[in-house]
């Protein structure tokens, strides 16, 4: 890009300080310093004026707003690797290359779902919670704050991509035997390395798994694929733990099921409706009966400048020319 004109690229939340010094080097870079969402009227300016908009998770680019895009945009350079939040097939009518960030969150995300399937078992959030306030413990006893072990327990992963593998290779260090339901089979080298076994039907596993770890992308196949009807086959002893997204799971029919004694528990990284949370699953979480974090599982330094990094490097390969390393089309979404 060097002698031209650096294009105007709005970055609707406040990155990594790293990463903004780096964009405003390159770029004619419009930073959200006060990392206050952008309401609809924002975005509408931004697109009529950006060549490239960096929005994230937090901001809905539909048809609607895609539509009142300017002449001058060029780029939806996505802060992430979902891009749900995108109406992608809208923006390709409309001309606009859309990118994401992929292969960025895979570990970090694995982290945290394992946390959390430690977390719930083991009842992590109750115990520290007895030693807020006046710290009062009445010290230990054999049966006391007892939850349950994971190792050599049935773990079944729904969605066996680069996130569902990570935690599956995580969870057999744990001594977890490895189910999974996906489109179709891991490669053989993969499936024996974790000695998984696969399901073709979902509703069989669910039925049969100690732990179930949601690891898909939400699509529209994927809107309630944890439907009312799935989450009653699974048994009343059983776990699930969410760190994808909210929407994947029916949250009321998993409440309910969660105060009714039929799930045994749940630890849940995203919401159906966030950033608001059901007063319900806070009244749980109280109870012990689930783990709430509020959108932490990619939550590091290293994966936030790693995802800045490759916003970057496909903004200026757009504008060198090239096709951007991450390009998402519509048929891939």
């Not at 006893?141 to 994971?150: E, K």
């Not at 290293?302 to 090239?322: L, S, T, W």
Request: charged share 25%; glycine share 8%.
């Amino acid at each position: 890009m060097s002698g031209r004109k650096k294009p105007l690229v709005v970055i609707t939340r406040k990155l990594p300080d790293q990463v903004e010094t780096r964009m405003r080097e390159l770029f004619d870079a419009r930073l959200n310093l006060d990392d206050r969402p952008m309401g609809s009227e924002e975005l509408v300016a931004a697109v009529r004026e950006a060549a490239v908009l960096v929005p994230t998770i937090t901001d809905r680019i539909d048809a609607a707003l895609i539509e009142q895009a300017g002449p001058n945009l060029k780029l939806i350079a996505n802060f992430g690797n979902g891009v749900d939040h995108i109406d992608v097939a809208a923006a390709a009518k409309k001309g606009l290359t859309v990118t994401n960030t992929p292969n960025v969150l895979t570990e970090d995300t694995a982290d945290m779902t394992v946390a959390l399937m430690l977390a719930v078992p083991r009842r992590l959030a109750e115990g520290a919670n007895v030693l807020k306030g006046e710290g009062k413990w009445p010290g230990w006893s054999p049966t006391w704050m007892l939850g349950h072990r994971i190792w050599g327990k049935r773990l079944g992963i729904v969605g066996m991509g680069r996130i569902g593998t990570a935690v599956a290779r995580r969870a057999k260090a744990f001594g977890l035997s490895i189910h999974y339901h996906n489109r179709h089979h891991v490669a053989p080298a993969i499936e024996d390395e974790l000695e998984a076994t696969y399901w073709e039907s979902l509703d069989q596993m669910l039925a049969r798994m100690d732990i179930i770890s949601v690891n898909c992308p939400s699509t529209p196949a994927t809107f309630h694929l944890l439907s009312a009807r799935r989450l009653a086959l699974m048994q009343p002893t059983a776990f699930i733990v969410n760190t994808a997204r909210g929407d994947i799971i029916d949250e009321d029919a998993l409440i309910k099921l969660l105060e009714q004694g039929k799930i045994a528990g749940a630890g849940l990284d995203v919401f159906q409706h966030e950033p608001a949370v059901s007063p319900k699953l806070v009244r749980l979480a109280a109870k012990g009966k689930v783990v709430l974090l509020p959108h932490m599982g990619s939550a590091t330094i290293e994966g936030r400048i790693d995802m800045g990094e490759k916003v970057i490097i496909n903004i200026r390969a757009f504008f060198d020319g090239h096709r951007p390393p991450d390009r998402v089309l519509p048929n891939r979404v």
